[in-house]
């Protein structure tokens, strides 16, 4: 077997004090303390997901089990409008979360509240577009990550993938980048680490590990899935989002295409599009893996997934081929 390097050194990692720069990021209903720790204990970051909870109980309730199973860093995810409120940021402030990532809205309350607590913790912004990075930077960010229009889940609505975003966003702003959107190997990290990030964040791809909540139907069908497999729903309300192509999704999308021929407003075609993309109608899939009656979230990068490893085994095959590529590129020259 190839060679393990004990650290892959770059500002984040030295940053977050973790031995490579390969953070899970947050999973809807999937990414609790057992993922989030195997992540982390396998050199990476891992992260609870705020959307994975109800209540601020259950929250604290998972980091507490998360300590239990690892003393390394590890972050909690705040999707904002999905729980990401005072009280759950009260509650991972409390419980001496080393980092926190935002998403989804404007991060300058939760990050105000955050400076103000005066809680020693590490900040990401996931952003889209070069606006949002410097905002967030001058915001007091300690990071952000940059995620491409292939990615899985809610996307940027300018649709720039990985490609283009990261270097745009790695010269305009000083603080370190991850790279984020279709990355899933040794190959994605050279590649991020070559654009001038500092690191990546895997989404998709951490899905189809053995510690994430995902249904075994949902993970083989990230397996079975080609590049060309999925879709980008929700564009008709403003929130384009990336999902495994079905008959549900397909469904979503005659419904998106009717709505721009009748030229709904906003608030109505929300209301039309609800029950079809309400959070149970993703866990039906998700979580009781009946794939044909919900849909899940899933990024172009399903076409590079070919298995369902532990966590660990996933960040330490990523990391053999990042060294086995340099090792390679050696001899370019
Ligand atoms: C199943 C799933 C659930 C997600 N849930 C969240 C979430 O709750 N919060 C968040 O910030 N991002 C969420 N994302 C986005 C990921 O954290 C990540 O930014 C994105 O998947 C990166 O693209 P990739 O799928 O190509 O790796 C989700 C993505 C997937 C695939």
């Not at 973790?18 to 204990?41: D, K, T």
Request: charged share 20%; glycine share 10%.
């Amino acid at each position: 077997m190839s060679h393990l390097p004990e650290h892959l050194q770059t500002r984040f990692s030295d940053l977050i004090g973790i031995r490579y720069p390969i953070v899970q990021g947050g999973l809807a209903h999937l990414s609790f303390a057992e993922l989030a720790a195997a992540v982390s204990l396998a050199g990476g970051l891992g992260q609870i997901g705020c959307a994975c909870f109800t209540t601020a109980g259950e929250l604290q309730a998972d980091i507490q089990k998360l300590k239990r199973l690892t003393d390394k860093p590890f972050g909690v995810n705040f999707p904002i409008g999905r729980n990401a409120s005072e009280a759950f940021l009260d509650v991972a402030l409390a419980e001496q979360t080393p980092v926190i990532s935002i998403t989804g809205g404007n991060p300058e309350p939760l990050l105000r509240h955050i400076q103000r607590s005066g809680v020693a913790v590490r900040t990401m912004v996931l952003v889209a577009g070069v606006r949002a990075a410097r905002k967030a930077e001058a915001l007091g960010a300690d990071a952000v990550i940059a995620v491409g229009f292939e990615g899985g889940g809610h996307l940027g609505r300018d649709d720039i993938g990985t490609m283009v975003l990261v270097p745009r966003i790695v010269e305009s702003v000083s603080i370190p980048v991850l790279a984020s959107g279709g990355l899933a190997d040794g190959r994605g990290l050279m590649a991020a680490l070559a654009l001038g990030a500092d690191g990546i964040e895997l989404g998709t791809r951490f899905v189809a590990v053995r510690e994430s909540n995902a249904h075994p139907h949902y993970q083989q069908a990230l397996v079975e899935a080609k590049e060309t497999d999925t879709l980008v729903i929700e564009r008709a309300i403003g929130r384009p989002a990336r999902v495994l192509k079905n008959s549900v999704a397909e469904h979503i999308l005659q419904l998106e295409a009717e709505m721009e021929q009748q030229n709904l407003a906003p608030d109505e075609r929300l209301r039309r599009l609800l029950p079809f993309i309400m959070g149970t109608v993703n866990t039906q899939a998700a979580l009781e893996g009946k794939m044909d009656e919900g849909f899940v979230w899933a990024g172009q990068v399903v076409g590079l997934i070919n298995d369902v490893p532990t966590a660990q085994e996933l960040v330490e095959r990523i990391v053999r081929e990042a060294y086995e590529i340099t090792q390679r590129l050696q001899h370019i020259w």
